[in-house]
């Protein structure tokens, strides 16, 4: 079992940071991608920023720019900074991770979600 826990949500205003933080713990024996997802009201959950235990990075166009994903890999964690929020940034942030257990079974896992709500 993997479990993630998340923190860091809130409100804030437009323009305002936030940083989101991720911590996975369990039977792992890698995680090979981290990342976040975020779901707005009545739209489907969407792909945010994911980064790779090599470092490689990916973003969404709309956050390229504004939001950094970092990870430590030696405490099995995951960040998120985002600077310059704006109101369509609002929603539930998922922090995911896929990785392989010690037992050698590839997992996918999702943590419990963190609200983020920017203020116009």
């Known amino acids: 079992q993997v479990q993630l826990v998340e923190s860091g949500g809130g409100l804030v205003q437009g323009g305002g940071s936030l940083r989101l933080s991720c911590a996975a713990s369990?039977?792992?024996?890698?995680?090979?991608?981290m990342g976040w997802y975020r779901q707005a009201p009545g739209k489907q959950r969407e792909l945010v920023a994911t980064?790779?235990?090599?470092?490689?990075?990916k973003y969404a166009d709309s956050v390229k720019g504004r939001f950094t994903i970092s990870r430590d890999n030696a405490k099995n964690t995951v960040s998120l900074q985002m600077n310059s929020l704006k109101p369509e940034d609002t929603g539930v942030y998922y922090c995911?991770?896929?990785?392989?257990?010690?037992?050698?079974?590839?997992?996918?896992?999702w943590g419990q979600g963190t609200q983020v709500t920017v203020s116009s």
């Open positions: 995911n991770a896929v990785g392989v257990t010690t037992n050698y079974i590839a997992y996918d896992y």
């Open positions: 369990g039977t792992i024996r890698s995680i090979n991608h």
């Open positions: 980064i790779t235990s090599g470092g490689s990075t």
